[in-house]
């Protein structure tokens, strides 16, 4: 198509449609425009940033009509900050956006005609929902400290405090931190130089318990005022854990692997249904514990258990969804990578004096096809839920070969869940059922649970 427009125009679109990742859709005489926040509707005059062959980029200069769809957003640094793509569109239609995604996924990567799609599970008030925010520590222009998030695509800290899908008590831990830094020089990180000592400070919260962990990312072996510190976070409401996390690696990851303990315990136990979690820094633990509860029941009603049957949890993280199945199972076999979180996913199975839960360190696509040549192993559901990247082929040609009646993948892109299930359903499954959920409302980010029933000829 033959370039209409060019860089610095200013040319009028209707956003028709999203992408993926959240920015309005506009055509200008036939001619793709992205446009970030934007919503579907909106009639825009929009500043041409920069041009590709078939479409380009533009910014958004002026709403010349509102969509019905665009509501204000609650949050006044929504625009700036990276965090929320989507606060200034309307929550259904956010949620329909959603389900559209993995929809159309399955359609184009995965090559499904009828896609079983069940409606979107999403919250009732989709704000103060995360359990874990990560504030990177920096400097402001003129000098004073700067707490809050880093600007889309970029690190520059968007100042705050008050992040409104976070929970409520990091106010309380920020404005503090912000004090106490001010007040004994304490030299925030700068990235570029690599030197300064504080990098993040990462908070996590117990919903159910209302425990509270700030872990506080260095890159020292030490932070100065140690006691002033302990003495003022200790009056937060909750606090249980006060712990600092070495990391002097010039990198972008934002935990280093050593957990230096401040105060109190280096962990908080936290509640997904009846089954109690140890969280600790290091281990991955779902963000929503709202909708993380939505999710392990629909994974569990997928896997429709009755009592006689041997699951393998591949990607099992700190044991969450083994011990949220165990509960309905024979026996449960958990497989995970990190060792920290298998040791975690021990002890969460002893806090819950759960026992028909085994659980194994390493590479799930090392792992399961080792025991299945080796040991021969058996299984009557298969859960997966792998991170963005998928699964890898080794591990779904090991699924064929064990043939489990049921598969379950729970899945946080689409995009790889789409081509992961087209290469088992091209083979012995069928898509049975699929149902978002919204875990990360106002972001583009879209989780899913997909049941897969095995309808090859053999007979187990
Ligand atoms: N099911 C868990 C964790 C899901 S996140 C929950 O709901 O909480 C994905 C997990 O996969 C992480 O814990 C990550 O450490 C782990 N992981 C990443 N690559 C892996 C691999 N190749 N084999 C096994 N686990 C892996």
Redesign the pocket.
Known sequence: MEKVVNKNDLVEITIEDIGSNGEGIGKYQGYTLFVKDTAVGDRALVKVMKTGKTYGFARLMKLVKESKYRVEPRCPIAAQCGGCQLQHMDYNKQLEYKENKVRNCLTRIGGFKEIPMEPISGMEEPFYYRNKSQFPVGKRKDGKVAIGFYASRTHFIVDTEHCYIGAKVNVNIIKFMRTFIEQYHIEPYDEVNHQGLLRHILTRVGFRTGEVMVCLIINGDDIPHKEELIKGLQEIPGMKSICLNINKEKTNVILGETIVPLWGETYITDYIGDIAYRISPL????VNPIQ?KK??DIALDYADLNGDEVVW??????????LFLAQKAKMVYG????PQ?IEDAKTNASINGITNAEFFV??????LPQKYKEENIYADVIVV???RKGC?QSLLDTILAMKPKKVVY?S?DPATLARDLKYLCEKDYELVKVRAVDQFSHSVHVESTILMTYCGSEEK
């Open positions: 281990s991955f633990y779902q993380t999710l392990y949890d591949l990607y099992c993280g700190i044991g969450t969804i083994s497989v995970e990578i990190i979180a390493g590479a799930a696509e090392e792992v839920d792998p991170p890898d729970v946080c």
